[in-house]
């Protein structure tokens, strides 16, 4: 993909490279004189550039439009490749792994799911990964090679390298290295994230809190958690774990998420999603037991997000995961914070829904790339050096 390096003739010529670059992906199909009223460089400095970004294949003269081959010579016109290479985002999740494949622009060309037992094992979830990345570069006919870089998003606690610390939504799960394994399957750079931080970075991207950069993600479920951005840049706390309010309990918070959702004394298990799902129908129905534990489950959620409120002072709270579908989740949300919060902050439902995930794992891959390509120095969702 002829990637900008260290290795170029000059700093400066790497910067220019960057800068044009960036002008191109986002002008459609500039001309030279374009470019240099965008840039701010001088013309032979842009014309330059453009032939050597040619040559890399991440840019390619456009053809002239009819309109204007009819008027005589027109003047040259460019555009990015952004079929020069793609990009995928992953979602492992405890029923399913999604997908989702783009260009180096970031826009999606396709996606696919497979369903996966919660059950299965480290290797099982694995190897269904590696089938939902096949069949959907198989359908859109795009070849392995031209993967440029992997975004991954997988619940539990995420260091840096992509081991999972800590993940007990997933059967050997903990100590996995995630990161290492995946590479394996790739011969390119993966990013690993928390699933909530992912859906964040996402909901920041393309949904909800595309208008703020102070913003808290609740993944709302029986093992909650959560993704918060501040100032614009992820916030993952030193060793990765912020956002961890499923844990509040701990502190002797009252009883766990499943058990306040039981109806029977015996607490749910925390990846028995039918079972989650039959307590709210019976709530829609009128079933006392069950309405007094939806009552109960959302008490403690807004709790655990107003401790996270107080704690961050963020502009807005999306709330996603299944339980953005229930009822009016958002009034005694509102309600709570108000009651709670010195500053109550905006209350959304995530736009994303369950595309959340995968769509921030991309939006990963996608900062990376353009970390090397444009010389961006701090993007959403880099890390600490």
């Known amino acids: 993909m002829g990637q900008l390096t260290g290795g170029d003739p ?15 992906r986002t002008a459609g199909s500039p001309t030279l004189t374009d470019l240099t009223r965008l840039t701010g460089l001088s013309r032979p400095t842009v014309e330059g550039v453009v032939e050597g970004l040619i040559g890399t294949g991440l840019v390619v003269e456009a053809e002239a439009e009819e309109g204007a081959r009819r008027q005589g010579r027109p003047a040259r016109r460019f555009r990015f490749r952004a079929e020069a290479g793609h990009l995928l ?8 792994v999604a997908v989702l494949l783009s260009g180096l622009d970031g826009r999606i060309i396709g996606a696919g799911t497979k369903e996966v037992a919660e059950t299965a094992s480290a290797d099982e979830r694995l190897e269904r990964v590696r089938a939902a990345v096949a069949d959907l570069l198989r359908r859109a006919g795009v070849p392995r090679d031209s993967l440029r870089a992997v975004g991954v998003g ?3 606690i995420v260091e840096a390298d992509g081991t999972v610390r800590l993940g007990t939504a997933l059967p050997g799960w903990t100590g996995l290295p995630l990161g290492d394994r995946l590479r394996r399957s790739f011969r390119c750079p993966v990013q690993v994230e928390n699933d909530a931080n992912a859906a964040a970075v996402a909901e920041h991207w393309k949904g909800a809190a595309r208008d703020t950069g102070d913003m ?7 093992s909650p958690g959560a993704g918060s951005l501040i100032g614009g840049r992820l916030h ?4 990765g774990a912020a956002g961890e309010i499923g844990a509040l309990h701990l502190l002797g918070r009252e009883a766990t998420p499943e058990r306040l959702l039981s109806t029977t004394g015996e607490p749910l298990h925390p990846l028995d999603e039918p079972a989650v799902a039959e307590v709210f129908a019976k709530a829609k129905r009128g079933d006392e037991r069950a309405v007094a534990a939806v009552e109960r489950f959302l008490q403690r959620l807004v709790h655990d997000v107003a401790a996270l409120v107080l704690a961050m002072d963020p502009e807005l709270v999306v709330v996603g995961g ?10 005694p949300l509102r309600r709570e914070l108000e009651r709670y919060c010195l500053r109550p902050p905006r209350v959304a439902l995530s736009l994303l829904g369950e595309a959340a995930v995968a769509t921030g794992a991309l939006r990963l891959a996608l900062d990376h790339v353009e970390e ?3 010389a961006v120095e701090k993007t959403v969702t880099a890390r600490r050096r």
Do not use: K, Q, T, Y
Request: proline share 2%.
């Open 10 to 24: 000059s700093l400066l010529r790497r910067i220019n490279s960057a800068v044009v670059l960036r002008a191109l």
């Open 89 to 96: 985002g992953i979602e492992i999740g405890s029923h399913r």
């Open 154 to 156: 997988s619940p539990g």
């Open 216 to 222: 808290v993600f609740v993944m709302a479920g029986l």
């Open 236 to 239: 993952r706390g030193f060793g």
């Open 322 to 331: 299944w339980a953005a579908g229930l009822d009016g989740v958002l009034e």
């Open 372 to 374: 090397e390509l444009f």
